[in-house]
């Protein structure tokens, strides 16, 4: 019994106590980690907000001006409207604008100056038309290379590029030019897409929306690249030209529904990648109107 109590016990005791007390500097250390990680979460949030407030603050912005005297870059944009649309290939549509005369007096044209209202220059960017617009818009260089090749023509066309570094206070005059005989084509949407001489990208419906157009808003990267490359057109074809009564199919599409699909379901995932971009940033814009 001596031994129990001299000897066993005290043991026992003492390990106990040490495990004990370790186990509760284990918790206290645990338990400053996760403090100080949580410090320097808010630490960045709070600096990520600050940083995106002034992305905000400063970001460039098309405004529709009247009467500006001073023009810095002029954009000819010739719209034509979808006729006889083929869909040849599940990657390229055509349409049939052979037996136009795309001559001077076959155009009418209205004109609408915007200037980049902001702080930042635009350093590239490209006009788009609105998603299921029915339209193809095209430059005059394009319009003259049909003249010399006329074989490599009808090709679908939905946006063009801005000229390079509008700078702030910068003005653009856009000449929309429209069949005289389709008035209602002068009232087209168009939307821009932008990247700043920050490599910050944004997107704005710039033309016959408002007045004074609308806000801004900060873009991915992927989703400024989706759309200036092919993976919108491929949604077009997609959501629009592949299932339209009104296109011919030209080739086979045995089977082709399950290309389609995989692209929907690419570009879905984008968009959720995009969404959660624009959350974040535009934590920043929610401190800018606190």
């Known amino acids: 019994m001596e031994i129990w109590y001299n000897i066993v016990i005290p043991i026992i005791t003492s390990t106990l106590g040490g495990l004990i007390g370790g186990l509760f500097t284990f918790l206290g ?23 995106n407030k002034e992305i905000i603050l400063n970001r460039p912005e098309f405004k529709v001006v009247q009467n500006k005297k001073t023009v810095n870059h002029e954009m000819e944009i010739f719209v034509l409207p979808y006729i006889s649309p083929k869909l040849q290939t599940e990657e390229e549509i055509i349409f049939d604008y052979d037996n136009l005369n795309l001559e001077e ?21 490209f006009l788009q038309l609105e998603y299921k617009s029915g339209v193809n818009i095209y430059s005059k260089y394009e319009l003259y290379s049909w003249k010399q090749m006329p074989w490599a023509k009808n090709y679908y066309s939905d946006k063009q590029l801005l000229p390079g570094w509008i700078y702030p206070n910068e003005c ?40 004074n157009g609308n806000k801004s808003t900060y873009v991915s990267p992927n989703e400024y690249v989706m759309h200036y490359r092919d993976d919108y057109y491929k949604w077009l074809i997609y959501d629009h030209m592949y299932y339209s009564k009104n296109i011919e199919k030209c080739f086979n599409t045995t089977g082709f529904e399950k ?4 692209r929907k379901e690419t570009l879905w995932r984008q968009e959720d990648e995009n969404k ?15």
Do not use: H
């Not at 044209?109 to 350093?123: D, L, M």
């Not at 949407?189 to 408002?210: A, F, G, P, T």
């Open 29 to 51: 250390v645990k338990l400053t980690i996760k403090n100080d990680n949580e410090l320097k979460k808010q630490e960045m949030r709070e600096r990520n907000k600050e940083k």
């Open 276 to 290: 959660k971009f624009k959350r974040d940033i535009n934590n920043g814009d929610k401190v800018l109107r606190s």
């Open 259 to 262: 290309t389609l699909q995989q």
């Open 105 to 125: 007096d076959f155009w009418d044209c209205k004109e609408t100056i915007i200037c980049n209202s902001g702080k930042r220059a635009i350093e590239a960017g």
């Open 172 to 211: 653009v005059k856009l000449k929309i030019y429209y069949p005289k005989v389709m008035k209602q084509l002068q009232n087209i949407r168009l939307n821009c897409y932008m990247s700043d001489e920050d490599d910050n990208d944004w997107y704005q419906d710039v033309v016959n929306l408002k007045a």
